[in-house]
């Protein structure tokens, strides 16, 4: 299996540490943000990883290279300009072939689970769901008992920035940027998206103080 790391965003919302330095860069506990990222996929057995970068794409390809460091092959998906996480999926699907791939939105935090790349079965995606951080209280989406995601319904969860996607869900559409969550809505239309909800420690790196926050639990000492 191969995985796929967004890591085209301009990261606005981290502005004044993202003026110079691209987002997935960003250091918590002593290592980049993506590079926890790839620590974890090798450690899950997936070494062939495309990472799309736009903002400042140099930077992240010097510092990561061919990603032998973390013990993967990275391939480059390159954007003249931000495509959106849709936009940037259909112009990375050269690279990332026919079979389902772990999709990780590069601005998480987030332990991993063999247990989210359990075969498809049919449907064209499993999202990874979260409780709802106090920043996004209304949530995204609902998961029934079965096990099945929903664009309406309680309880609400929040979708975590990662999941396992068939490359037919975006396969054919027009080569552009746009969002992956309408079509991840017209899936569920037809009850092909699973979920699971992950209880684990999680968290969106959307601002410079959850970033400081992070990295300061990263860096305490251990119990015991």
């Known amino acids: 299996m191969k995985a796929m790391l967004l890591a085209a965003g301009l990261g606005t919302r981290m502005r ?23 620590e974890r996929l090798a450690a899950l057995g997936i070494h062939e990883v495309v990472i799309n970068v736009s ?11 061919d990603g032998a460091a973390y013990g993967v092959t990275i391939r480059w998906s390159r954007e003249t300009t931000p495509l959106e996480t849709g936009g940037g999926i259909r112009n990375a699907l050269p690279l990332l072939g026919e079979a389902p791939f772990l999709l990780v939105n590069g601005d998480v935090w987030c332990e991993l689970d063999r247990r989210w790349l359990a075969p498809l079965d049919g449907d064209l995606a499993r999202l990874v769901l979260v409780d709802n951080p106090t920043h996004h209280p209304q949530g995204d989406f609902s998961l029934d008992p079965a096990g099945r995601v929903h664009a309406q319904g309680e309880p609400r969860l929040t979708y975590a920035g990662i999941a396992l996607i068939d490359p ?18 017209e899936a569920m239309d037809t009850d092909r998206v699973a979920g699971v909800h992950h209880r684990g420690h999680w968290v969106d790196v959307g601002t410079p103080q959850r970033l400081a926050e992070l990295d300061a639990r990263l860096r305490a000492p251990s119990p015991g």
């Open 16 to 38: 004044p540490l993202t003026d110079h330095c691209p987002k997935p860069l960003l250091e918590a506990g002593g290592k980049p943000l993506i590079g926890h990222h790839l």
């Open 55 to 65: 903002y400042r794409a140099e930077q992240i390809v010097a510092a990561l290279g």
């Open 168 to 185: 037919a869900l975006v396969a054919g559409h027009d080569e552009a940027a746009f969002k992956l969550a309408p079509l991840l809505r």
